[in-house]
């Protein structure tokens, strides 16, 4: 189903896709709605779901970077307490919903396998200790990603020989001057340093209206690129500059640096094992923790994540969730 809401203020977006989606659901019945992540989505989705009285479950439960002024923040927030079934994809996720009162947990304390489904309480928000669908992913499709890409070929890359970054972020792209001082600062790390920037539509056209034209510096700019592209640039990268969640999990998977442009992240967990490093509001931290970290890859520790099965063990929830609510 395509909503056709586009971009827009955050309130106004939320409600025309609760519109759209609540006569999606009116009229398929759905006995669970599954949402994901933390974007203005997921939030229309669980707040549509929930005011119809449908059940909601709820994947990458439990995530905080305990900022309220991150839009995400609130989205996480409210969509693991309208839900039925929150699959956190960590431990330390699982016990965020803990301090935050919830009570009923499948595999407290260890990762759940898909064939240790077997038993829901009912009634009761459960918490599911599922691992990450996302470290699913990149194991499922890096093989075929470096088989199927040229990324590197089209860009004339040498593995190992270049930075990745990505912005795109409401805290750093709305704010004229952290954006300038941002690129500002990459483009005078780009006069020694090969850095690939694949250019978000929103942030280029901040960039536009601040003034800045990042074409006349030394950054290599490309446009956005599809996900085979983009694991490859993150796999053979020296070092990550991101804003993005998502990026900041799949460095790690890799064992690349990466350099956080915020001031708190929810994925707390790599930044304690120093994996990742938050470069704060200062982008003059970037320059000095760039040299420092450029190159210095590290093997991923195991089973942070999961093992891979993330999927499975959601899917053979929602099933057995499902079976019990129609006894």
Known sequence: FNLEVGSGPHGSMTARMMEGLEEIFVQMKPGLVIVFGDTNTTLAGALTAVKLHIPLAHVEAGLRSFNRRMPEEINRVLTDHCSSLLLAPTLRAVDNLRQEGFRHFVSDGRFILPHQVNALPEGRPLVVNSGDVMYDAVLAYS?????????????NLSPQKYALASIHRAENTDDPE?????????????????????????????????????FSSELLLIEPVGYFDMILLEKNASVILTDSGG???????????CITLRNETEWTELVERKHNILAGQ???????IFREVYGSYFTPEADLYGDGRASQTIAATVKLFLATKRQ
């Not at 093989?143 to 860009?155: N, Y």
């Not at 090969?194 to 003034?211: D, E, F, Q, S, W």
């Not at 200062?282 to 000095?288: A, R």
């Open 247 to 257: 990026v900041q999990k799949e460095a790690f998977f890799f064992g690349v640096p």
């Open 143 to 155: 093989d075929q990603a470096q088989a199927k890409s040229g990324i590197l070929r089209r860009l």
């Open 178 to 214: 952290r954006l300038l001082s941002l690129f500002t600062e990459l483009a005078d790390l780009a006069r020694k340093w090969r850095i690939v920037i694949p250019l978000h539509p929103r942030t280029a056209a901040h960039l536009k209206k601040a003034g800045f034209s990042p």
């Open 282 to 288: 200062n982008s003059k931290n970037i320059s000095k």
